[in-house]
């Protein structure tokens, strides 16, 4: 079994961009192509798929040598490499990185020897090179920068006979590059010099012909431009020019290659078209794919591809012939060997016996893939794409059950879901439109066609009885449908109910759940981006009136990106939301009261999507699947904030779309969009929990989150302001026996975090207290008064922010607030005062003068200070003008780059003073200034004034 807990075991989809390459050999028949970022090795005889996993980014291209035995493939991005894969056993054997750590590949080739290997980078500028890829060097033999006008190549390919020259086809010209050990050149002649003024159109690919230097390129307007060297050049060279152009179809040619000794060419009718090297034809045949573009011909690898056999002369088996094979202008029939044809309709078919037989081996989407969905209690898969075509397999048996083309629509479909009953599948359009289809045949229900959007559908959920159905538009809107009902269990259509835009920016999520009342009802809650979750009040909503319930801001700061009712740990009801700031919050269902935040994974993006894995037998532990912008992971329940409790890979490197979870939880299916692909992802929750023990158990994880770890300087001082803490609340001045405990009061809490560098809101604080407070509530009906040290430091690092204080923030806040001036977005000192007391979590006069006083190097209870002067002091000390470059290192305390001048501010070793003014005014901690200090505009201005007071802060 494999050590990842995620491992993809199938995958739904192909690169029409990327070849199709044929692996058949006589021992095995199976093609290759690409999925994303994976390949996929086919054997389409016993349906079974080999992964390729490796690649970070995802797959551009592809080559294959000549004996099918070595595989190599590239990508283009980040980190982009090319992978030499054995294709009998499906291990990599070589790596070769692109020197440009943000290029990677566009094109590969290999040589007919398949020694070495011609690569074009993706990056800027562009690199031809080629590379001995079977020895120890992680350096190209020779390579040559193409000059930007020629940069743009989707085709590139060796000579058949010298390993010495290339060509390479873009779409305005045709590179010939000739190499040898220790230089490369390249040529690109015009098309015009020898006076052609015919269009030819765009080209296509290019070959050189077998047994001799002359090259062929075909072109999107039907022709073969046929190239030469000039008469004067006497030995084979690259430096070529414009010989001949032949027309040979009406229609553009897709491909141009060699089979066995004729010259082969598809166009886009669906011909494939043999030549002899004078380019007169020798035979034709029709594919019946459609008439769509040929994306790639490759042959079977068998010892002769042909054989020549006496002409029939019965007239009866003559018509017959032609009508099946279309065979014209030849006196021979020639027996052609088996090979694999691609199309720009993601569709791969195998020709087989003279071309009698064409069979489809595989046909995708060739359109963005973003509705996916799973039946609720069958193996059966539900995938829609932007080529309008809905398909549904069986997972288990990796085979199609139905299949249905709407490109009759108008629109594209972008969601789709299943009803819980499994009785129809529901189609959300682009032009918002809606249609409810039979599960079973994918026709359409009467009288269920809904245009009541205006805006693509992104989302469709059903109560858990079927009884409603409810959708979410980009245009903000929540839609209601209600359910004809026969009898009491299966609805038979659904009828529409009202509309509401209760958002004023996008819906992240829409939720039904059932209400905890004596008689459970379906209740429907949305979640936007506006900061807001909004419940609906179903059971009073009438015909085009859907009532809100309730509306309430959730939020301060942070942005919600999704969420997803929380299984029952408790006898509480939650539902947990994640956010862009890398927090997991847990909130009460029926209070909406926030009683739990955690750190979340921290793996490039926030959390696009979170779902809960339903229960596999009778184990206890639940999980979580989620994804982010371009990976997926799973995360052990209950939420703690521990991060080795979580794991990710790369899922699609181009985004993913949408994520779903199969009804018994074994698989987690993730679809690309863009890049039209569906995975199947086996879960492996053994491996998850082997992780999370690695990582340590009870609060080492978190030790280790703490810089300088249990034994570190950060942690000893924390110490120190705990008990200082505890010393505090008994009194500073007392006599009497001090009573040491190990927790403190949970009103010290505030004081503790603001000393240790942590300056949370007021409202962060209270939804710190009331985790602590209510954390033991329904189970022992007290509060939780006091918390230990392990609880302050799972606190700290859960509401902390999740990548610290940056200097960024300050440099944003002042362009957000202030007004352009010769030295950068500056503030005036009135200006800022006023916002602090007006926007946001607004601060009293004598909370901002405490608190800038101290940011200023005076503390409140500075004997030095006279009373009621520390107004006076921010007039002498505050700048009247402040940009962010002033405001960092005049009020911050920050050294910038290239100070030389010490902070301002002390670096909080003395640990009395920073108990003593880490709050600022009895509990109110000088408003509450710190990490998301409310309101809108004015958050970040806050964040950076309270980061001030952190001891020896270091600005990333």
Request: aromatic share 10%; charged share 20%.
């Amino acid at each position: 079994m494999s050590t990842s807990a995620l491992n993809v075991v199938w995958t739904y989809g192909l690169n029409v961009n990327v070849p199709v390459l044929n692996l058949t050999d006589g021992r095995r028949k199976a093609v290759m192509y690409a999925s994303s970022h994976v390949g996929v090795m086919y054997d389409y005889e016993n349906n079974k798929q080999y992964i390729l996993q490796g690649h970070l980014n995802c797959i551009t291209c592809s080559c294959l040598s000549e004996d099918k035995r070595w595989l190599l493939t590239g990508d283009k991005g980040p980190n982009g490499a090319v992978i030499a894969w054995d294709t009998y056993t499906g291990v990599p054997i070589r790596t070769l990185y692109d020197p440009n750590p943000d290029g990677g590949f566009e094109l590969v080739t290999l040589n007919r020897s398949g020694r070495y290997l011609a690569t074009l980078t993706g990056g800027h500028p562009k690199i031809l090179a080629v590379w001995d890829w079977t020895v120890e060097n992680e350096m190209p033999l020779v390579s040559v920068e193409l000059r930007p006008k020629h940069s743009l190549q989707n085709h590139l390919r060796f000579s058949f006979d010298s390993d010495h020259f290339l060509v390479s086809t873009g779409s305005q010209y045709v590179l010939f590059v000739e190499w040898d050990e220790k230089h490369i050149d390249y040529f690109a002649p015009e098309l015009a010099e020898k006076g052609f003024k015919k269009p030819v159109g765009k080209f296509t690919q290019s070959m050189y012909q077998k047994g001799n230097m002359r090259a062929l390129t075909a072109t999107t307007a039907g022709f073969i431009v046929i190239w030469e060297n000039d008469e004067q050049i006497k030995v084979p060279s690259a430096d070529k020019q414009p010989f001949k152009i032949a027309p040979i179809y009406k229609t553009g040619i897709d491909v141009i290659d060699y089979m066995d000794r004729f010259v082969v060419v598809t166009d886009r009718g669906g011909r494939l078209t043999l030549f002899d090297d004078d380019l007169t034809e020798v035979c034709c045949f029709y594919l019946e794919l459609g008439d769509v573009a040929t994306t790639s011909l490759s042959f079977d690898f068998l010892p002769s591809r042909f054989s020549v056999k006496k002409k029939k002369t019965s007239e009866t088996e003559e018509k017959e012939r032609k009508k099946i094979l279309a065979v014209a202008h030849s006196e021979r029939e020639l027996e052609i060997g088996d090979f694999m044809v691609a199309t720009s309709d993601a569709v791969v078919a195998v020709a087989t016996n003279n071309v009698k037989n064409v069979k489809v081996i595989r046909q995708e989407h060739s359109g963005a893939v973003h509705a996916l969905s799973i039946h609720p209690f069958q193996p059966h898969l539900v995938m829609g794409s932007y080529a309008n075509w809905l398909k549904v397999w069986n997972y288990e048996t990796k085979t199609t059950l139905v299949s249905r083309s709407f490109r009759h629509l108008t629109g594209f479909v972008h969601t789709c879901a299943f009803d819980p009953q499994g009785i129809f599948i529901v189609i959300g359009l682009t032009t918002g439109a809606l249609h409810v289809l039979d599960s079973l045949t994918l026709k359409q229900e009467e009288g269920q066609a809904f245009h009541m959007a205006h805006a693509p559908i992104t989302n469709i959920v059903f109560s858990s009885d079927s009884r409603y159905m409810a959708t979410a538009d980009a245009d903000y809107t929540t839609t209601l449908y209600r359910a004809f009902e026969v009898g009491k269990r299966y609805p038979r259509g659904y009828q529409y109910v009202g509309r509401h835009r209760a958002h004023y920016k996008p819906i992240r999520d829409i939720l039904f759940g059932l209400t905890v009342d004596d008689i459970p009802k379906p209740h429907l809650v949305s979640l936007g981006a506006d900061r807001r979750l909004v419940e609906y009040d179903l059971e009073n909503s009438t015909k085009d009136n859907l009532v809100v319930a309730r509306s309430e801001r959730i939020e301060q700061s942070a942005v919600p990106c999704c969420m997803t009712w929380y299984p029952p740990f408790t006898k509480e009801h939650f539902f947990v939301t994640a956010n862009d700031q890398y927090k997991f919050k847990l909130y009460n269902g029926v209070t909406k009261m926030c009683r739990k935040t955690t750190l979340g994974p921290t793996y490039g993006s926030p959390l696009k999507k979170l779902l809960v894995v339903p229960e596999q037998g009778s184990d206890s532990r639940r999980y979580g699947a989620f994804v982010t912008e371009d990976k997926v992971g799973l995360i052990i329940l209950p939420l703690d904030g521990n991060p080795q409790k979580a794991m990710t890979l790369v899922a699609h490197p181009s985004g993913v779309s949408r994520l779903r979870v199969s009804h018994d939880g074994r698989y987690l299916f993730t679809a690309g969009g863009t890049d039209s692909a569906v995975h199947m992802w086996e879960i492996n929750l053994t491996a998850l929990e082997a992780q999370a023990k690695l990582g340590g158990e009870g609060l080492t994880p978190f030790y280790n989150m703490l810089e300088g770890g249990k034994d570190g300087s950060f942690f000893a001082q924390l110490e120190d302001f705990f008990y200082y803490a505890l010393i505090k609340h008994q009194g500073t001045q007392t006599l009497n026996r001090r009573i040491v405990s190990t927790t403190i009061p949970l009103s010290e809490l505030p004081f503790v975090m603001r000393a240790i560098g942590f300056y949370p809101s007021e409202q962060e604080m209270e939804d710190m207290t009331n985790e602590v407070k209510f954390s033991r509530y329904v189970e022992t009906g007290k509060y939780v008064q006091e918390v230990d040290l392990g609880w302050v430091i799972q606190l700290y690092v859960n509401y902390r922010p999740a990548f610290g204080l940056s200097l960024d923030k300050v440099n944003w806040a002042f362009h957000v607030l202030g007004l352009p001036s010769p030295d950068g977005d500056s503030l005036s000192r009135g200006q800022l005062l006023d916002l602090l007391q007006s926007r946001g979590e607004h601060m009293t006069e004598k909370e901002l003068a405490d608190c800038l006083a101290t940011l200023l190097g005076h503390s409140t209870e500075d004997p030095r200070l006279p009373p009621d002067q520390a107004a006076s002091l921010i007039d002498r000390h505050l700048p009247a003008e402040l940009t962010a470059p002033v405001f960092t290192r005049k009020v911050l305390g920050f050294s910038l780059e290239g100070d030389d001048e010490d902070q301002d501010l002390s670096d909080g070793d003395d640990t009395a003073a920073a108990i003593e003014s880490g709050g600022g005014d009895d509990d109110t901690g000088g408003g509450g200034v710190g990490v998301g200090g409310g309101g809108k505009d004015t958050a970040a201005t806050t964040t950076a004034a309270a980061a001030a007071a952190a001891p020896s802060p270091k600005p990333e």
